[in-house]
């Protein structure tokens, strides 16, 4: 499995843990499941972009 | 409509402060530590058991897969027990691993709980990932629990 897969198929696993967790409701548990996951999936390659130029 | 709303979740939030907390049976925590989901499954939340059981088990397994190693105690490294602790948190899937690694004499050995084997292959391109998913799973498993506290307790639905 490559870097990438993997870290998606993290964020899904604890996005839908989360929303699981601290919602109860369907629609409040898809929204939190999309920004959770959105969060990590984008911020770890925002980050890894603005890592790059380091050595 | 966004006022009723505030009033209702301030009823709800001043109704639940007044009503005392149930006690919560130990027995409950700890088979909702040792098997994930259990806990919500013997208090009626079937399917939400369902999720939380499947989410840690597939994190589990990939980080096997990976060739992840499971913290275990080392003696000199006071860190160690810190990281053992978040990986205790898979319960039954943590001792089995152990067992599956070192053999039901590793964990007889008069070193223990020292001189345990985490499994898992440093060399492998998967080996930190791995100890992430694992790691990951079990502290999952820990918040599973304390939502299983709050649940019996009355705090949560």
Known sequence: ?55 | MTADKTKRKEAEAKAAADTPPKPVSKLLIFVAWLVPGLGHWLLGKRFRAGVFAAIILAAFITGVLLKGELAVPQQNSPLSWFFTFGCLGNGVLYFLRLIWVNGLDGLQSSLFPYGLQGGGDPVSAGFFYGKTFLYTAGLMNLLVVLDVHDIARGDKS
């Open chain 1, 1 to 55: 499995m490559d870097h990438f897969t993997l870290l998606v198929w993290h964020a899904l696993l604890v996005a839908v843990f989360f929303a699981f967790l601290w919602r109860s409701d369907a629609r409040g548990r898809k929204a939190l499941f999309l920004k959770t996951f959105l969060i990590m999936v984008v911020g770890a390659v925002v980050l890894g972009w603005l890592m790059f130029p380091f050595p």
